[in-house]
C-alpha cells in the first residue's frame, strides 16, 4: 500500500477524541549495575543507580494514542498511593486527560523490573515484581466506572479496550462498554485474558496463542490462522479481528477478506514491552480517522515495528510514522 495514500490519514489524526478504558498500571525501571555473588545466597548484588517509572498497561495505550496526536481521556482505577500520584503527574504531562476512580485499600497496579548488568555492558532484566490488588475491584467503584464510561464515551469518537485482567474491567464496565458497542460507538478491545467475554466489540484484537485459545484451533500456518480467524469472527460477533504475530506480522479479517502484513522492518526485536499497547492505540485512531480496516493494520504494523526497537516501555508518534512512511514507501 502506498506511503502517501497511508500518510493521509496522519494529518486527521489530531481531530480524533479517544477515551481509553483499561488497567492503569506502572511500569516502574529500576536500574542498577551488577557488582558481585552475595555471600548470603547464590545471587548477584545490584548497586542501585536510578528508577523510572513510565505508563504502562492502558496507560501506555492512552500515552500512545495521545503520542500520534489524539485527544484522548484515560479512565480507570488508581490508588491513593505514591504510583497513583505519580501516573497522575505524567498523564497531566502528557497532556492526557485523567478520568481515575480511587477507593481505599485498593493500590496502583504496579510492574516493577529490575535491569542490571556489568560495568559497560548491555542492562538485562533481572526480576520483575507485581503488586496490585488481588481481589475484584470493590462494587461500589466497579459501579462507579460503568456510570462514568457512559459519560465519556458519549464526547469520544474511540473507545480503546485494554484489559490486562487486573480487575478494571469486570461485569459492570464491559456491560456498558458493549452497551455502547450496540449504540454504534467504535470500541477496540484487547483482552490478555477474557477476549471471548468481549463479543459485540467493534474490532477484537487477539494475539495468537490468544486465537487459539479462543477457538481451540492450531494457528502454526497462514492457513490454520485464516481458519481461526474465521471462526473467531463467527464467536466475537466483531466487525474487524486483528490478530497480531509477532515475527510473522499481523493479519486483519474484515468483512470475509483477510489480509496478511509481514512484519515491518527487522525481525528481531530489541523489546516487546508494552507493543501490543501501541499496535491497539495506532489501529484504532487510524480507524478512528477514517481509515479503512487495512489501511488502519498498515499503520499499526509499523508503528509495531517501530516500537520494539526501542527500549521498555515506549510510544511511537506521529512524526515518526511519517519519516517511516517516507524512508520505506511503505
Not at 14 to 28: I, N, P, Q, Y
Not at 103 to 132: C, H, N, W, Y
Not at 161 to 178: C, I, N
Request: overall charge positive; proline content about 4%.
Amino acid at each position: 500500500m502506498g506511503a502517501k495514500k497511508l500518510s493521509r490519514w496522519l494529518s486527521r489524526f489530531s481531530k480524533v477524541k479517544a477515551l481509553v478504558v483499561g488497567d492503569l498500571m506502572a511500569d516502574h525501571y529500576v536500574y542498577g549495575q551488577t557488582e558481585r555473588v552475595s555471600r548470603e545466597a547464590p545471587v548477584l548484588i545490584v548497586r542501585h543507580q536510578e528508577e523510572v517509572v513510565k505508563l504502562g498497561g492502558g496507560a501506555n495505550a492512552a500515552a500512545n494514542a495521545r503520542a500520534l496526536g489524539a485527544s484522548v481521556t484515560a479512565l480507570g482505577a488508581l490508588g491513593s498511593d505514591p504510583m497513583g500520584a505519580e501516573l497522575t503527574r505524567l498523564f497531566r504531562a502528557q497532556g492526557i486527560t485523567v478520568a481515575a476512580e480511587s477507593a481505599r485499600g485498593v493500590p496502583t497496579e504496579t510492574k516493577t523490573r529490575v535491569l542490571a548488568g556489568a560495568f559497560s555492558t548491555t542492562r538485562q532484566q533481572m526480576l520483575r515484581i507485581d503488586r496490585g490488588a488481588p481481589l475484584p475491584l470493590p462494587e461500589p467503584l466497579r459501579k462507579k466506572l460503568a456510570k462514568r464510561i457512559e459519560r465519556e464515551a458519549a464526547k469520544a469518537d474511540v473507545v480503546i479496550v485494554s484489559d490486562y485482567g487486573a480487575g478494571v474491567l469486570g461485569e459492570e464496565t464491559r456491560g456498558a462498554l458493549l452497551r455502547q458497542a450496540r449504540l454504534g460507538k467504535r470500541v477496540c478491545a484487547d483482552s490478555r485474558f477474557a477476549l471471548a467475554s468481549w463479543a459485540g466489540a467493534t474490532v477484537c484484537k487477539p494475539n495468537e496463542p490468544e486465537l487459539a485459545a479462543i477457538t481451540g484451533l492450531p494457528v502454526g500456518t497462514e492457513g490454520e490462522v485464516m481458519r481461526a480467524g474465521i471462526a473467531a469472527l463467527d464467536r466475537l460477533h466483531c466487525e474487524v479481528l486483528l490478530v497480531t504475530r509477532g515475527r510473522n506480522g499481523m493479519v486483519v479479517f474484515h468483512r470475509g477478506q483477510a489480509t496478511f502484513l509481514p512484519v515491518h522492518g527487522v525481525e528481531d526485536a530489541v523489546d516487546v514491552t508494552g507493543a501490543g499497547d501501541t499496535v491497539h492505540a495506532t489501529f484504532a485512531i487510524a480507524l478512528a480517522a477514517g481509515a479503512s480496516p487495512v489501511e488502519a493494520a498498515h499503520l499499526a504494523n509499523i508503528a509495531g515495528g517501530l516500537v520494539v526497537q526501542k527500549l521498555g516501555t515506549a510510544t511511537v508518534t506521529r512524526e515518526e510514522l511519517a519519516d517511516e512512511l517516507a524512508l520505506y514507501g511503505a
